[in-house]
């Protein structure tokens, strides 16, 4: 049932405070600022040496944005890989090592392939899932449940953000356990996944705003996106939700790689989606954003306050997101790409639950 609600996409992306309200609480006390774990935790981070994450489209970019999260706060290397390819790639694995499988429907074929071959190595196996009744919860040895609720819309929303807030919860409890974030740290990062729910209502704010872009948008041939960090993985998460429900063609890159070979794209014609809160990265990302903006590139720049007071005069158009800790920033910037192309797809008349050649889960290779 889509409610009030036009599309079951727009649904699901207004359910997201609720979902992730429920997903964090879950993973964390909010009393004592801690991430709750399993008590049968099949492994221990602090003996890890490598942490390999394997998923599929929208859920693979999650685990891009984890990597950021465990490298940095945990200190523990991440490998992460599209599942059609690990699968095939035979990659050396040490022995008892830890393999995360995310995956929304728990069905996706290519993520259960390397989610067995993973076994086959000798991995703990630790699956992400929404359908916990699914073959790859079942063939994990601990499920994280993801907790939105069921997801209609082809286009994944819901999911991805509570994905990214299980994904935030584990990044805080390996900091724990190796011993590379202090009890009063965890307890300021649990606090940001606590205000998360408040944060997405406030991102959803710019819905307006981003319905008149999407008007000039639905003209393009050709969407670049950019982001630095852990803002990269929103770019490319960006960029897939406007291929999938706009057919437009769409790329995200990484800022810095801007001059190795996609300047080359700029003139008038180009829309490019600059995903880039006030975070330490944020100059580096605004001086990439002159060379389009120079090269007469229309910027859509997605900010806070303080990165729209600073961004110059270049910039088309503005979308604010609230102001945030960079941590929860992936998760807050993910809310204005959906909406960017949700809008467009309507105003383009795409068939937007269901779009075309595309299935909900892909359970053939
Ligand atoms: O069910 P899964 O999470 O394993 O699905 C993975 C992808 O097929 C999925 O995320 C796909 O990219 C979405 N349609 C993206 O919106």
Redesign the pocket.
């Known amino acids: 049932d889509k409610g009030n609600h036009r599309h079951f996409m727009l649904k699901e992306i207004y359910e997201q405070p609720d979902a992730l309200s429920h997903t964090v609480s879950h993973y964390v006390d909010l009393a004592k600022g801690k991430v709750k774990l399993p008590a049968d935790l099949p492994f221990d981070f602090a003996k890890l040496n490598r942490l390999t994450i394997s998923?599929?489209?929208?859920?693979y970019y999650a685990g891009l944005v984890a990597k950021y999260w465990f490298e940095k706060y945990a200190r523990l290397p991440v490998e992460v890989d599209v599942a059609s390819e690990f699968r095939y790639r035979e990659p050396p694995m040490d022995k008892d090592g830890l393999a995360l499988f995310?995956?929304?429907?728990?069905?996706?074929a290519d993520?259960l392939a390397a989610l067995r071959y993973c076994k086959a190595q000798g991995q703990h196996i630790a699956s992400i899932v929404n359908a916990q009744e699914s073959t790859i919860a079942r063939e994990s040895d601990i499920v994280f449940p993801i907790l939105c609720g069921p997801e209609i819309s082809?286009?994944?929303t819901k999911?991805t953000t509570a994905q990214m807030s299980v994904l935030a919860s584990l990044a805080i409890a390996a900091g724990r356990q190796r011993g590379t974030i202090s009890e009063a740290e965890e307890f300021e990062l649990v606090d940001m996944l606590a205000k998360l729910p408040g944060a997405i209502t406030k991102a959803l704010a710019s819905e307006k705003k981003i319905d008149q872009i999407s008007h000039e948008l639905s003209k393009a041939s050709d969407v670049l996106y950019l982001g630095r960090g852990s803002l990269f993985p929103i770019a490319l998460e960006g960029a897939?939700?406007l291929k999938?429900i706009t057919y437009i063609h769409a790329e995200g890159y990484a800022s810095g790689e801007l001059k190795h070979g996609p300047i080359a794209l700029i003139d008038e014609t180009l829309p490019v989606v600059v995903v880039a809160p006030s975070d330490p990265l944020f100059d580096k990302t605004i001086s990439n954003m002159h060379e389009v903006a120079a090269r007469g590139g229309k910027i859509i720049l997605i900010t806070d306050e303080a990165g729209a007071k600073s961004a110059g005069d270049d910039v088309h158009e503005i979308i604010i997101v609230p102001n945030a800790h960079a941590f929860v920033m992936p998760i807050i910037c993910a809310i204005p790409v959906q909406l960017l192309a949700y809008y467009t797809a309507v105003f383009m008349g795409t068939d937007v639950d269901q779009p075309r050649n595309?299935a909900k889960?892909?359970t053939v290779e």
Request: aromatic fraction near 0%; proline fraction near 0%.
């Open positions: 998923a599929c489209g929208t859920a995310i995956s929304q429907s728990g069905e996706t993520t082809v286009a994944s999911a897939l939700k999938e595309l889960s892909v």
